[in-house]
């Protein structure tokens, strides 16, 4: 079947965090790459912080550093036992260009640092922007909530903060307080309508107005995380400058206004780099002979076949679709029907009787096995296309909302992708 | 412990069974006391797939139950009209299935005087588009399905109005046997652990599978064989009629359309546990049953699970499948056991809940000496004395959407159209809810996100409303572990790929998992 389009160097499939940092990859490095996926990555999903490595045996890590050697040498499988040395470069690339648009990731991989979430919880990650920051030991925190926004529970939070800060050693102390404006009387206030409020200095000053009776002594004020969507560094700084306080931003349900933000920033910078975006088309990846031959990108009329020269599958897991249940209890990767590896534990159950089983649940360490250029590898154990790399959720081997990993993982191995791809 | 007037009958079961008994006793004049362990319709009552028996399911091997199911389903419609939806049934043979069970099923439904008219394959494919490539005949029948918690209520409202009392999350924790009559019982209520002690006249248990527990409170050996049936939720309408296999009646055989979801089913293991555990294997069994009938069961999302336990009477201490004991059911009087005043009501299906409450009362009153006749099937329930429609799909959507507030609606449940306001009357009445009572009453956490939004939101609330500090997570960590319940055994396609993602939100963005 002929091809319909110029061939590109890289298709890249799927718009997360490992497409995007591939997509990074491909067209710093000079290729002519496509991105293309079913929707958008679950960085809407997401906190927005870039979590390298929480947790590791269910022992809390001070930095990622002090558990990757750990992880390489126990689990084989694990993608930073593959891609470990990739992950600096990941991580640069995407604070780099998130920093070129004036967000900024601080950080490092030598310390962990607490994110207070929407939950009340303090939570570890390597790279935050500035407003997730904060500093709780000692802090007094006015927690505001915003009249008409549901996903941000104030009192829920200023409850259960001061115990997470304990748990930790912290000595915090919370209150709460709704702040009602006229402005947020609209039916269903979302995260995104709200950061565009903030986004308004109009809005802003109102806030303030009435945020000033209540501050009391507080050092800290912490707001849902929706402080402004375009001018985000400008809101919240404006916001702590003439409150003369902190401002935290703690993360929520979704969609992540975090996230978005740095979704834009990257897609912003991939099409300035020349590459092309494609977003809500599935795609299925067609072999041809030892390699994938095309890629099948199903839009309306007809599917549309791109020949493809390299391909980095970053389609995701089981949440974005990459990987899929059937009936029958077994796995299978979606686009390029790929073998998909499954731990023994899951063999008998997928997963546990409690909801936050300790340790995980055994399907979520199932995924698609790869050699270390990310070559996904078939039943035998060797690589199955000498053109495909497969990055970021669908690998096997790690349980990213336990280890509090997932943003890492897709750092390292996108860009590892990226890499052999461009070879 | 203090003591209070007696009643004539103390009824033990708040399902369909005794709430009926109750509204049957108190319309002839006695005085009755329903007390419930849980919520009224909790049990059996509330994990059934729905049906209305038109009695064509046992038209060929049982013609007694089949004679019963059709005099009953046509009373039902009438005295509980706004429960019902006139669905219709058909009775579909594929190609492989028994070459003369459609001629017995026919002659079954006559003999016991049950409608039923062949139709074509083209015309039951045009009512029924999902149909089966393999449908060789198609059989209509006047089966129907049936909303069990209105039901209930209405039973219940009724037997107030005729001077009852209820008392729900109440357990009977003792009987005082002398001289072969039970004098009193001992009643706990289950919220402020109190106990009080009444007299009562009679004792009749309508406590389904737990008939057994009634009786050796009272001294009498009754073996009860629990048969459990697994049911599978899906999340959408696969039909508009019940859609019954044209075979004889087995596993995994009947689709019924009820409200905005169909309910799949189901299997049949006798057990003697409280706590059936549904396995992964029984729900692909029934799914791929029910696939074979309307293939696009396979492919479409299952939503939840649950499981039933069938009230059967085992008087041979058999064990196994118990499809083979009767479906019938029967009156128990307990003199035979040396216990004057007590009747159980074993057996039976709710299609004849009414028929079940009618031969215990008159039991009850031949035994109390009591002349009055029932009037059961007579005189309707709530609702349907003044509007005697049938239900029919997106009624109560649209009432609950104006109730409140259509698009302007301050929603906690978007699944389900929960608001806040609701959310915080239930708070105000309940003292501190679950959020698994939020469900169960408002229907929170129901619907196709399976809580992912509206926990968070419900925990939020709570706490605000009723403060409790450190501990404000464990609500959502209980209901998170209570929907795990119904979900373990449906993981897969969409149902997994949601767990997936709530587990993103709660574990990882939210970090429950490392909570204080």
Redesign the interface.
Known sequence: MPPDRAPYDVVVVGLGLAGLVAGLGAASGGARTLLVGKGHGTLRFRSGTIDVLGYWNDRSLGSPAEGLPAVAAERPNHPYALAGEDLGSGLEAIRTTAGAAGLDLDGSLEANRMVATAAGTLRPTCLAPPTMRADWDGAHVLVVGLAGYRDFQADLVASVLPAAGAKLGLEVEARAATVDLPSLHRHHLSGLELARLFDQSAFRRDLLAALRGTLGGATVVALPAVVGLEHAPEAAADLARQLGVTVAELPTLPPSVPGLRLELAVTAALRRAGARLQVGTFVRAIPQGGRIGWVEIQSPGHPLRVPVGRMVLASGGLASGGLEVRLDGTLRETVAELPVWLPEAAQGALVGRSFLESGGHPVSLAGVQVDGAMRPLGREGSPLYENLFAAGGLLAGADRAVEKSADGICCATGWRAAQEAVA | MASRPGYDVLVVGGGATGAGLTRDLAMRGLRCLLVEQSDLAHGTTGHFHGLLHSGARYAVRDAEAADECIVENRIVRRIAAPHVEDTGGLFCWLEGDPDDYPGQLVAGCQKAGIEIEELSVAEARRREPLLTPRLGRAFAVPDATVEPWGLVADNAESAVDHGASIRRYTRLVGLGVEAGRVLWADLEDLGSGERERVEVNFLASAAGYWAGRVASLAGVKLQMAPGWGTMVVMNQRLSSSVVNRCRPPGDGDILVPVGPVSILGTTDTTMDTDNYEIT?EEV?FI??EGAAMVPAA?ERRALRVFAGARPLYDPGHQHGASRTLSRSHMVLDHANDGVENFISIVGGKLTTYRLMAEHTADAVCAKLGVDARCRTAEEPLGEARKAPRHYSLGERLTAREQEAGG??A???CECELVT?DMVREFIESFGTPHIDDMLRALRLGMGPCQG??CT??A???L??MR????A??EP??LF??E??KG??PI???DQ??Q???N??????????????
């Open positions: 992964p692909r799914v791929t396979a698009a302007d301050d929603l906690v806040r992912a939004f968070l939101r925990a939020g609330i706490e605000r403060p409790s500090g450190a404000a997570l959502i960590r998170l572990d929907r795990m979900d373990r993981m897969w396609g997994a790929r767990f997936r993602l587990e993103i939100i709660y574990r990882d963005v939210l970090a429950l998992d490392h909570a204080p």
